[in-house]
């Protein structure tokens, strides 16, 4: 993967610790409607809810996030942990 490359993918991703189980993600927010997270764990092992998913059966590649992690995410802007999110 070139500089470049991997600048893009990776620039503004910032650690964040899940206020609910305590998985560490990294996450860009580009406003308060986008976004992004990298798991740098399992999903399927590391999160209670991606878990429980994958033991009923289900394939954790279609569940969007978890909507504790997201709720978390929020909380963290709200409290100004990302900095100054942009509007959408």
């Excluded at 992004?36 to 590391?46: C, K, L, M, Y």
């Excluded at 279609?62 to 802007?77: A, G, H, Q, R």
């Amino acid at each position: 993967m070139t500089a470049e490359v991997t600048e893009f993918l990776t620039a503004g991703l910032r650690p964040h610790v899940c206020r609910s189980c305590g998985t560490c993600v990294l996450v860009k927010k580009n406003s308060l409607k986008h976004t992004s997270i990298q798991w740098t764990t399992d999903a399927a092992t590391s999160c209670p809810v991606f878990a429980a998913h994958a033991a009923a059966g289900g394939t954790t590649a279609l569940l969007d996030t978890c909507d504790k992690l997201s709720d978390s995410i929020d909380s963290s802007v709200r409290d100004g942990s990302f900095g100054a999110v942009g509007h959408d």
